[in-house]
């Protein structure tokens, strides 16, 4: 009896971690790259830039 209790161990965790997997993930939502390309085109901009005193 002792050791199905051992083995009953990582199956409840493993349970316990797909649920806890899917209601993390619940309210993930699909997001466009627009905010990360615009910061790169900002990013950019100022590389490009020559500094004053060069």
Excluded at 9 to 21: K, T
Excluded at 31 to 41: N, V
């Amino acid at each position: 009896m002792a050791s199905l209790a051992w083995l009953l161990i990582p199956l409840v965790a493993a349970i316990a971690a797909g649920l806890w997997g899917s209601w993390a993930n619940r309210t993930r939502k699909v997001r466009s790259d627009g905010p990360e390309l615009i910061g790169y085109a900002r990013f950019r901009e100022a590389m490009e830039k020559s500094r004053p005193g060069s």
